[in-house]
């Protein structure tokens, strides 16, 4: 996995990384690659974010994977900082290659060198081969997250 480099990501991956977040049945749902506006101000708001680090892997010049990794500070746990991994994709020729564990190993690694005590994320219900994958890295199924929409 040499060949592989994960950068953050520039405003000419987003095609790209949309692409990746609606090559899914959940993302074919709620996603609109045909649309980047929304999008772009998005990852403006990210950009000026120093919390935010939206990450492509790219693989021969072709973005391969994403993540979002945001840094929260915190009081609870003793002021303990955290992270949070959102949007994992990996593009479906990748899927198996060891891309995933690749990408999730560099935010673990970019969230202690922020001075991240805790690593977390949420997977959709529905996701069960995702479950297992996180659970094979060592992530545990703690909470029970809920959602509102507005």
């Known amino acids: 996995m040499s060949d592989l480099d994960v950068r953050p990501a ?8 949309v692409a990746l977040l609606a090559d899914d049945p959940l ?5 609109s690659p045909d649309d ?15 919390n935010q680090h939206l990450v492509v892997a790219v693989r021969d010049a072709k973005v391969v994977g994403t993540l979002q990794l945001t840094v ?5 746990r003793r ?3 955290r992270s949070i991994i959102e ?3 990996i593009h479906a020729d990748e899927r198996g290659s060891g891309l995933g564990t690749q990408l999730i190993q560099w935010a673990v690694d970019e ?7 805790l690593v977390q994320l949420t997977s959709d219900a529905t996701r069960t081969d995702a479950h297992r994958f996180y659970e094979r890295l060592g992530f545990t199924p703690s909470h029970v997250g809920f959602k509102l929409a507005l």
């Open 10 to 17: 520039a405003i000419t991956d987003l095609p790209a990384v």
């Open 27 to 31: 993302g074919a749902e709620r996603e």
């Open 36 to 50: 980047l506006a929304p999008y772009r101000a998005a990852f403006r708001r990210l950009a000026d974010d120093p």
């Open 72 to 76: 929260v500070p915190g009081l609870s």
């Open 79 to 81: 002021g303990t900082v």
């Open 87 to 89: 949007g994992v994709r």
């Open 111 to 117: 969230s202690r060198r922020q001075g991240c005590r």
